[in-house]
């Protein structure tokens, strides 16, 4: 019975596999496309996307979905009654043991089986007219760059296994140059407006022909009349004549600006001059819905020559939300000032759509009334973010936060929201869970004093954010408390540049329970207990070892007995590896179990050139500068009895750190993307301040370098045994290939490297920890792997198997030596890494 089982799966295999399966006699499959361009072939991206016909998408360069596609059977039956009349031995089976509503749905899941395995894209058929229609695509492609006299021939190459390729062979010839340009523009109005700009047309004498060069010029023009009050003009205003049959590949461009535009007036069309219009009238309706649409507005009120509508009443306070109106009344019209507009009360994030329409003026013809309908969001919601955690000191857990929104919370529309989040794990020392609760207030302009508010002008959308907090844990690391306040200025510099500044971004933490520093990092104490042993050895006592593992009084001698060893000279010159061991093992105890407030001054700086969420071809990059604790420690002169310096007897965190992040994304076609990122951190203490954990580089994690667990790695060539490993330097770079596989289905191929380093020159560092220049390059980690992706659109869920491939802590040979699944890091993550 097993024999015929393996029998049986050993041929379901090989049909499935056969790609041709459901190919007729007569037909071929398409497995590859060749586009030969003046006989060297071309793969490019920008000429793949006009080819109809294209092969059946492949994983590994193997059709899956084709191969699931295969398993299905197009003639098997499509209904119960169908599918029992074919089977009738077990459609009858099934009905007399229980009945025949559970006989039709024992067939129907085989119906669904089939159905769901036919959905899948069957073989791409070679069809001649769309052989002959991509022939007839990339002709009038290369028209379009100037090649008015190219040719393209097509080559079918059919072959006995029922597949075939096709050849696109491209004779581009010579290039069309662009001879005399005129300018032929029949109105004086626009004629004023074109000299008065001073711009300079995009088309050149002596340039080669391109269709997307006519077709900025044509924008260009348009926006700059349409910038200039001229409401009417639109591009069918605009004609370029071209001469494509000379015979020298020149050609002669005349490039006509009409004057007037057909109008309908009691259903004759008549010619109107393009006139300059002027708003004259602005009318805001704050609480338009469609089926209040024709009902009486009962409320208005007017600030500064606009009128505020409602079929209710008025909610928002003229005065600012008028600072989201750039059309003014008595202005011209421009298309600018409107597309702000559209974009500001977007970003307020108050309103669900935002329409402004606009309408003549009876008995002018120059005069336009603007008419602004805003249909206002819910003004309480409520939100859930959920996110599964994991790292090597947290088995895996959940977390959860809940939030509720209050929109115009002031009348200005402000955003109000109070947020509660939690948290819930399994350690190795037991549960663990985390609770918080934020209040913050979004304001949509600066919240400044002495006028410092008009330096960023309200065109750049600027913001104020007010936000305080607090979190409390338990059995997560050492019980930590955090209290922190937040203002957040950001604005708008230009559509692909943001800038933000944080004042006072201040952070308290407490820790409520250090002395289980030991029992949760056991690896230290370990360690520890370790120097003890050495200790008595070296001393011919037995009063230290082993460690005490009374969590009460664990804490207590383990740090009396690092003073003793400190203070021991004899054992340092004998034993200076253990000695070493117990000042590290102190001086991170006193940083981790530490106190803190961390007042920072930081700025950012934010390029991003994405155009949409779809865009796959885009750059981003984001610089942060920031400062803590400079101003408080100029302020204050206490210090603890670690000589560290404190404010209201808290420790004060005091350094600089830069963060530098750059992203490249090029979409490839077929729905698949090439990413790469990079990332920079150093974070510099001084005044004789430590480093907060908080505030510290770790590598590793699952949108990280994806073959160790988050905190595992590092720092430099060491590899600790650690729970944690932190550093004040840290490099990251990855790559990713994201392809298609089937249906919702993605893949993935990456490449992570990076590491972090001590470059705080503290002696307690071990020097394999340290940076010293060029030579620690060779401490860069390198993991490679692959992973799987759920695309629902409107989240991703994730498994990235990573692979430890260069590992710089070990002796010998570092090359893919634990490149295995036993020693691969599973990480399961939602949304992308980068």
Known sequence: MK??????????????????????????????????????RNKSSNIQKYILQKPNPRFLDLPFALYLHNIGNPNKPKTPSKWGEKNPRSYNFVKNIFSEKQSIGYANTFIGLNNWFLKHQGPEIIKKKKVKRTADNLWAYYKTQGYF????DTV????????????????????????TINFKIESTVLDSIYKNSGTTSLLK??????????????????????????????????????????????TNVDFLISGDRLEEKQGIYIN?????????????????????????????????????????????????????????????????????????????KNFKSTNIKFSSIPGTDDELKMDVFLSPLEKYTLGLETEITHSNIRNIGSSAKFSISNRNAL????????????????????????????????????????????????????????????????????????????????????????????ILNTQYIKNLNINSYFDIYSSEFSNLDDVAKAYDTANNINTNYPLSDDIDKQVTEAISFMNKVSADTSFKATNSDEYNTALNILNRYNIVTSDFLIPVLAYSYTYNNQTKFNDNNFSFFKARIANSGNILGLISKNTNANGKKTFARIPLAQYFKTDIEYKQFWDLGSNSVFGFRTFLGVIIPYDNSDIPFTKSYFAGGSNDIRAWQTYELGPGSNNTGLEYNVGSLKFLT????????????????????????????????????????????????????????????????????????????????KWLKNYNFANAVYNIGINYPF
């Open 734 to 813: 990855s790559a990713e290939y994201r392809f298609d596989v089937v249906s919702k289905l993605k893949g993935a191929l990456f490449i992570d490297a990076g590491n972090i380093w001590d470059i705080t020159g503290s002696e307690f560092v071990d020097d394999d920890a340290k940076f010293t220049g060029s030579s620690s390059l060779k401490d860069i980690a390198i993991g490679s792997g692959f992973g799987a992706r759920l695309d629902f659109s409107f989240l991703i869920l994730r498994l990235d198997v990573g692979f430890k491939t260069y590992e710089p802590y070990l002796t010998g040979n």
């Open 149 to 152: 006299k190219s040719k393209v």
């Open 3 to 40: 024999k015929l089982s393996l029998s049986f799966l050993f041929v379901l295999i090989f049909v499935s596999c056969n790609s041709t399966k459901h190919v007729a006699e007569d037909e071929h499959m398409l497995t590859q496309n060749y586009i030969f361009v003046d006989s060297v």
């Open 411 to 502: 009348r200005g529309a402000e955003l109000l929201k109070l947020s509660f989040l939690g948290s819930y794990f399994n350690s190795n020392s037991g549960p663990g869970w985390e609770i918080g609760v934020d209040a913050s207030l979004e304001i949509p302009r600066f919240i400044a004093p002495f006028g410092l508010s008009k330096l960023v002008p309200k065109e750049m959308s600027p913001k104020t954010l007010f936000s305080i907090g607090s979190s409390f844990q338990k059995n997560i690391g050492l019980d930590r408390q955090a209290f922190t306040f937040l203002s957040d200025y950001k604005w708008q510099y230009n559509a692909k540049k943001t800038i933000q500044l944080e």
């Open 156 to 179: 079918v190459n059919l072959y006995k296994d029922k597949k075939a390729t096709v050849e696109y062979h491209v004779t581009k010839g010579k290039p069309t140059i662009l001879d």
């Open 205 to 250: 004498t002596g340039d080669q022909y391109n269709d997307k060069t006519f077709r900025n010029e044509a924008g260009r023009v348009l926006k700059l009349f349409r910038n200039n009050g001229i409401y009417h003009f639109t591009e069918s205003s605009l004609g370029f004549y071209v001469d494509s049959t000379r015979a020298d590949y020149k």
């Open 272 to 348: 109107t001059p393009f006139k300059v219009h002027k708003i004259t009238e602005v009318n805001v309706i704050t609480d338009y819905s469609f089926t209040k649409k024709g009902e009486q507005l009962k409320d208005s009120i007017s600030y500064k020559g606009i009128n505020f509508l409602a079929h209710n009443k008025v909610k928002y306070n003229p005065k600012y939300l008028a600072q989201s109106i750039f059309l003014k009344p008595n202005q011209i019209y421009k298309d600018t000032l409107r597309n702000l507009t559209r974009n500001h009360l977007k970003s307020l």
